[in-house]
Structures are given as structure tokens and as C-alpha cells.
């Protein structure tokens, strides 16, 4: 019987290559596309969108220190220079709190079809960044391949009616601070970090500052009258979480940041999927086409991403 400390191990020791990164990336899709489809049910039940976000993130928090402690995260993490720490700290601020409390803020505000697109607009940011702070370089068929994935979401989420508001601007925040997260995390992960260590540290963090939130707004006490059905939920959508992160940054460090960002799209795919199964019917015909184009869109960076040379995926 395979010990739990030995499937940690085995889970950091997988090969660095380019072509695991884009695997991992696909799980990570997988696992996003079931959590954002799980989530819409979870809201109803722990209504206020910072407690539910808190608890979420303390649950997927407690998962992610057992398996950096299990895969040696203590001994490397002990090994890490203050400039590593620091930016483990940046990614807690800018990663694992701020941007939730913006984003959940703001989509109340917001219309749904402008907060969606919005926000479906990360891997854009995240290659805009990647060339000058990675490094990383964008061919032609790669930009039409995005301009592929940009199409297809407009098509599921027109951006038609967009009136910018309050609401827009905190959706926009929160998606530029998660895309700086991407390029600070990829950085730590080529220089040494752990995953296991990033992700915990990227929640540890960043649940301080949210349990912080909750104290000075008052809201502390709602954990208490939290149900069993809610805490069902916490620790459901907490432990997908958990997942997301593990397999995300697992990716991150195998692959550059812009491939391994555009095959998480892929998830919009996924969501869908379950929908369509819960309802025993396909999406009409409009979305249906721009699901497609994910689809050859993401295959093509997929396909493009085995052309790069695997240890110079790697940046410094």
C-alpha cells in the first residue's frame, strides 16, 4: 500500500517537461470547470460570497500545507532566501486575498455578462505580461490562436451592453492583480520553490488578510450560524480548491505562462458540460460555436507548446 507522504513525493517529483505542464494545465481546466459549475449551487448556501470565500480558501489552505509537509515542503521551505519569502507574501496579498474580495465585490455589482468577460480576459494579461517580465515570446500562430480563444468567448459572453461601473473596475482589478500573481509565481517556481510550497504559502497568506476582512467588517460571527449543508459545501468546493491550485502551479512550473493560462479556458468547455448533462440538453447553437472555438484554440496551443524545447520552457 502506497503511503500518503509517497504519492506527495511522487506528485513534485513528476518530469519537468513542457508536455507535463500542459497536462497538468488540462487537470487544472478539469478541476476549474467542475468548481465554477459547483459553486454556483454553493453560493446559496453560505451566501455572503467573503465568508464562503474565507472558509473555501482555509479548507484548500489546510490541504495544501499536509502536501508541501508530506513532499518535504518543510526542508525546502527552511531553505528559502528572504527575497523568496517576500514573494511568497506578494503572492498571499495580491493572489490569495485581495483579488477574491474585489472580484466577489464587484460581480455583485456588476452585470453578469460584462463581470464574465472581464474576467475571461486573464490569459491575455497574462502573455501581455509574460514577454517583457518572463521572457517569453509569442509567435504568429500562437496570437492567432488567441484571437481564436477571444472570439469564442465573446460568442458565449457577448460583452454587448457593457455600461462600466464601480463593479467593472473592481472585476478588472482583481483579474489584472491575479495576472501579476501568474509572472511573480512563475518566477519563484523556475527559481527553486516548491508548488506545494507556492500554493500553501499563496493561501496561508492570503487567509490571513481575509480573516482580517471578516473582523474588521463584522462578519466573523456568520461562521457560526453556517449550517451542516453549508459546511458540506465549504469543504466540497474547498478540497476542489485544493486541487485547482496543487495542479495549477504543478503546471506553471513545467510550462510558460501564457501556454499553460490559455489551456485553462479549456474550463469554460467543462462547465458547460456539466450543465448540459444536468439539464439533458446542449447549448444552443450561438455558445455551442464559441465552445468550439475553445476548443481548436486551446488544441492549437496545446500542439504548438510540444515545439518548444523543454528545458528552454524553462525561464530563469
Do not use: C
Amino acid at each position: 500500500m502506497v503511503s500518503r507522504s509517497s504519492l506527495a513525493a511522487r506528485f513534485e517529483a513528476l518530469p519537468q517537461t513542457v508536455s507535463w505542464g500542459v497536462g497538468l494545465a488540462f487537470a487544472t481546466a478539469v478541476i476549474s470547470g467542475l468548481a465554477i459549475y459547483l459553486n454556483s449551487f454553493a453560493v446559496k448556501q453560505v451566501p455572503d460570497p467573503a465568508v464562503f470565500t474565507t472558509l473555501k480558501n482555509a479548507v484548500a489552505a489546510g490541504l495544501l500545507v499536509g502536501l508541501a509537509a508530506r513532499a518535504g515542503g518543510g526542508t525546502a521551505a527552511r531553505a528559502l532566501r528572504p527575497r523568496q519569502w517576500g514573494g511568497l507574501l506578494i503572492l498571499g496579498v495580491i493572489g490569495g486575498s485581495i483579488p477574491f474580495l474585489l472580484f466577489f465585490t464587484g460581480l455583485a455589482q456588476a452585470s453578469a455578462p460584462s463581470a464574465a468577460f472581464i474576467h475571461k480576459t486573464l490569459f491575455i494579461w497574462v502573455a501581455l505580461l509574460a514577454i517583457p517580465f518572463l521572457g517569453e515570446r509569442l509567435g504568429w500562430p500562437q496570437i492567432a490562436a488567441f484571437a481564436v480563444l477571444l472570439v469564442g468567448q465573446a460568442i458565449i459572453v457577448p460583452p454587448t451592453g457593457i455600461v462600466w461601473g464601480t463593479g467593472e473596475t473592481m472585476i478588472a482589478a482583481a483579474t489584472l492583480l491575479w495576472s501579476i500573481e501568474v509572472v511573480i509565481a512563475k518566477r519563484l517556481l523556475s527559481g527553486g520553490v516548491p508548488p506545494s510550497v507556492a500554493g500553501a504559502a499563496r493561501l496561508g497568506f492570503g487567509l490571513i488578510v481575509l480573516f482580517g476582512f471578516l473582523a474588521a467588517t463584522g462578519k466573523l460571527g456568520a461562521i457560526g450560524t453556517l449550517g451542516l449543508t453549508g459546511w458540506a459545501w465549504v469543504l466540497l468546493t474547498g478540497g476542489l480548491l485544493f486541487g485547482y491550485v496543487a495542479t495549477w502551479y504543478a503546471a506553471l512550473q513545467r510550462a510558460p505562462a501564457n501556454i499553460v493560462t490559455s489551456v485553462l479556458v479549456v474550463g469554460a468547455v467543462i462547465t458547460a458540460a456539466f450543465a448540459a448533462i444536468s439539464k439533458g440538453a446542449l447549448p444552443d447553437g450561438g455558445p455551442l460555436g464559441g465552445y468550439l472555438l475553445i476548443v481548436v484554440g486551446v488544441a492549437v496551443i496545446a500542439w504548438m507548446a510540444r515545439r518548444v524545447r523543454e528545458v528552454a520552457a524553462q525561464t530563469a
